[in-house]
């Protein structure tokens, strides 16, 4: 599928072209095209799609026709620029048995032609907006690919002239769903307590082995495990409970992917007090926690942060590393900037032998850090450096500045004094490398990135989930006149390459 009509370029309205959203026309059209495509029974369980804005809106309107699942998943594989040999490759290791890619010409029809004929040759144009159906005998391959549709906009609604879908009545479970969304946050955070996916795991499948194991009552264990199930965290056998793959994955405590600890941050008295009036945190435009919320200094919270969340950004922490080229022969120089549980800069010094990580935090955070830097078996590298990050000498230089996850704490003129900071702190070529939960223009997609707003109202006096065209001015501002937004692969991080 190629994205939608998003207009011509403009340097003036968008620096990097990458973050040129669709037209208000293309979003209509393509919102007709994905109904039609749906009615049809065309179905996909993974939906990729390049990290480029318009693709992603495209997208996520995609999903909003099939109900929202399967997710977007953002991946260089089907950017602008990708040879069809390397995008082949990679999609030929993805495990679904049906696959939606959502990217650009040229890309696209080279792509197709790949699949189509072994040396290529074959031509199938993409339309914005236009899908085409191949069907691989087989792995996916060069030449394995048989056209089972290719169809334009206009003829793809057309199929279903005369056939509209009809406006579906007014609901309100949306509003109902969300007003006891609490409820199975709760039910959640008992099961997590009680261990209880644990126990599935283990074998321990019956509401009285279940019961047992987790020492609670057999009346409660059943309700919760029927809750769970019909939530969809519990698949259900006559009297039998069994993980799905994602609770299996995630949520049982022997599992490396395990990210149950980071229940123990998100579930804190601290962040749930942030939500406890949003009305009235509106009306102030920032936190109504006491202080400067949860970036008062030295704030106990981010000390459970460390510990619970380190598992959960193993995964992303190796991602950046492979995102970022080095040379590998040299030596590395990383400062890694409010590190909390270490994890990113952790990652560089696992990979690089010579990388030596200076990470900057407050003293009781560090601890934390240091702890997982002994784990690694890199403490001998790890270099703790307490105090603010804003008061604090940097030192230095240093090849590589990691800012994960830190920067939407704060207003964007305090950014920039940071980021000046940081500037005077690189070597001659060096680079800073930052994480975030990056909004499109639009500010209402991805949604993950969009909703992220919410929490920086309710927690910090004037953060922000910050688009791509902000921070870039940020970093410009600060000496920094290029930056690179980039997201390595299906479900990763946000990243910012920047250079001076």
Same mark, same amino acid.
């Given at each position: 599928?190629?994205?939608?009509?998003?207009?011509?370029?403009?340097?003036r309205?968008?620096?990097?072209?990458?973050?040129?959203?669709?037209?208000?026309?293309?979003?209509?059209?393509?919102?007709?095209?994905?109904e039609?495509?749906?009615?049809?029974?065309?179905?996909?369980?993974?939906?990729?799609?390049?990290?480029?804005?318009?693709?992603r809106e495209?997208?996520?309107?995609?999903a909003?026709?099939?109900g929202?699942?399967?997710?977007?998943?953002?991946t260089? +594989?089907?950017?602008?620029?990708?040879e069809?040999?390397?995008?082949?490759?990679?999609?030929?290791?993805?495990?679904?048995?049906?696959?939606?890619?959502?990217?650009?010409?040229?890309?696209?029809?080279h +792509?197709?032609?790949?699949?189509?004929?072994?040396?290529?040759?074959?031509?199938?144009?993409?339309?914005?907006?236009?899908?085409?159906? %191949?069907?691989?005998?087989?792995?996916?391959a060069p030449?394995?690919?048989?056209?089972?549709?290719?169809l334009r906009? &206009?003829? +793809?609604?057309?199929?279903?002239a005369?056939?509209?879908?009809?406006a579906?009545? @007014?609901?309100?479970?949306?509003?109902?769903?969300?007003?006891?969304?609490?409820?199975?946050?709760?039910?959640?955070?008992?099961?997590?307590?009680?261990?209880?996916?644990?126990? %599935?795991?283990?074998? #321990?499948?019956?509401v009285?082995?279940?019961?047992?194991?987790?020492?609670?009552s057999?009346?409660?264990?059943?309700?919760?495990?029927? =809750?769970?199930t019909?939530?969809?965290?519990?698949?259900?056998?006559?009297g039998?409970?069994?993980l799905?793959?994602?609770?299996?994955?995630?949520?049982?405590?022997?599992?490396?992917?395990?990210?149950? #600890?980071?229940?123990?941050f998100?579930?804190?008295?601290?962040?749930?007090?942030a939500?406890?009036?949003?009305?009235?945190t509106?009306?102030?435009?920032?936190?109504?926690?006491?202080?400067? !919320?949860?970036?008062?200094?030295?704030h106990?919270?981010?000390?459970?942060?460390a510990?619970?969340?380190? @598992?959960?950004?193993r995964?992303?922490?190796?991602?950046?590393?492979?995102? *970022?080229?080095?040379?590998?022969?040299?030596?590395?120089r990383?400062?890694?900037?409010?590190?909390?549980?270490?994890?990113?800069?952790?990652?560089?010094?696992?990979?690089?032998?010579?990388?030596?990580v200076?990470?900057?935090?407050?003293p009781?955070?560090?601890?934390?850090?240091?702890?997982?830097?002994r784990?690694?078996?890199?403490?001998?590298?790890?270099?703790p450096?307490?105090g603010?990050?804003?008061?604090? &000498?940097?030192?230095? &230089?240093?090849d590589?500045?990691?800012?994960?996850?830190?920067?939407?704490?704060?207003d964007?003129?305090?950014?920039? !004094?940071?980021?000046?900071?940081?500037?005077?702190?690189?070597? @001659?070529g060096?680079r800073?490398?930052? *994480?975030?939960?990056v &909004?499109?223009?639009?500010?209402?997609?991805?949604p993950h990135?969009?909703?992220?707003? +919410?929490?920086?109202?309710?927690?910090?006096?004037?953060?922000?989930? =910050?688009?791509?065209?902000?921070?870039?001015?940020?970093?410009?501002r600060a000496?920094?006149?290029?930056s690179?937004?980039?997201?390595?692969?299906?479900?990763?991080?946000?990243?910012i390459i920047?250079?001076?």
């Amino acid at each position: 599928m190629r994205h939608g009509e998003a207009g011509e370029a403009d340097s003036r309205r968008w620096p990097d072209d990458r973050q040129r959203p669709l037209t208000d026309a293309g979003r209509r059209e393509h919102a007709l095209m994905a109904e039609a495509l749906r009615r049809m029974g065309v179905r996909f369980d993974r939906l990729l799609s390049s990290p480029l804005a318009r693709a992603r809106e495209t997208a996520e309107i995609t999903a909003r026709a099939y109900g929202g699942a399967p997710a977007p998943e953002l991946t260089d +594989l089907l950017g602008d620029r990708t040879e069809p040999a390397a995008t082949l490759a990679g999609l030929a290791a993805v495990e679904a048995s049906a696959v939606l890619c959502v990217g650009h010409e040229p890309t696209l029809s080279h +792509l197709a032609g790949l699949l189509t004929s072994r040396d290529g040759s074959a031509r199938i144009e993409m339309a914005k907006s236009g899908v085409a159906v %191949i069907e691989c005998v087989g792995r996916v391959a060069p030449g394995r690919g048989l056209l089972r549709m290719h169809l334009r906009p &206009p003829e +793809l609604t057309g199929l279903l002239a005369g056939d509209a879908p009809t406006a579906a009545a @007014p609901s309100p479970d949306p509003f109902l769903g969300t007003m006891t969304a609490y409820q199975r946050s709760a039910a959640l955070k008992g099961a997590l307590d009680l261990d209880l996916f644990t126990a %599935i795991g283990a074998g #321990a499948g019956t509401v009285p082995a279940l019961a047992e194991r987790c020492a609670a009552s057999p009346r409660g264990t059943r309700i919760l495990c029927d =809750y769970l199930t019909a939530a969809g965290f519990l698949r259900k056998d006559g009297g039998t409970y069994a993980l799905t793959p994602d609770s299996a994955a995630f949520l049982d405590r022997r599992s490396p992917a395990w990210v149950g #600890a980071a229940a123990e941050f998100l579930y804190a008295p601290e962040i749930r007090e942030a939500f406890a009036d949003v009305a009235q945190t509106v009306r102030l435009g920032g936190t109504t926690l006491a202080g400067a !919320g949860t970036v008062t200094p030295e704030h106990p919270v981010w000390v459970r942060f460390a510990r619970a969340m380190a @598992p959960l950004m193993r995964m992303p922490a190796r991602a950046v590393v492979d995102l *970022v080229e080095v040379d590998a022969a040299g030596p590395l120089r990383v400062l890694d900037v409010a590190a909390g549980h270490g994890m990113f800069g952790l990652a560089f010094a696992e990979v690089y032998p010579r990388a030596e990580v200076t990470a900057l935090d407050w003293p009781a955070v560090l601890v934390v850090a240091g702890e997982n830097a002994r784990a690694a078996g890199v403490d001998d590298r790890f270099h703790p450096l307490a105090g603010s990050a804003f008061e604090t &000498p940097l030192g230095g &230089p240093y090849d590589l500045v990691l800012l994960p996850n830190f920067l939407h704490h704060f207003d964007p003129a305090t950014c920039e !004094g940071l980021l000046a900071a940081v500037g005077r702190a690189l070597a @001659p070529g060096g680079r800073v490398v930052t *994480v975030e939960l990056v &909004p499109d223009e639009g500010r209402v997609t991805p949604p993950h990135a969009a909703m992220f707003g +919410l929490v920086m109202l309710c927690s910090t006096p004037a953060g922000d989930a =910050y688009t791509f065209a902000e921070l870039d001015a940020m970093f410009r501002r600060a000496g920094f006149p290029r930056s690179l937004l980039r997201v390595p692969g299906p479900a990763g991080p946000q990243v910012i390459i920047s250079q001076r």
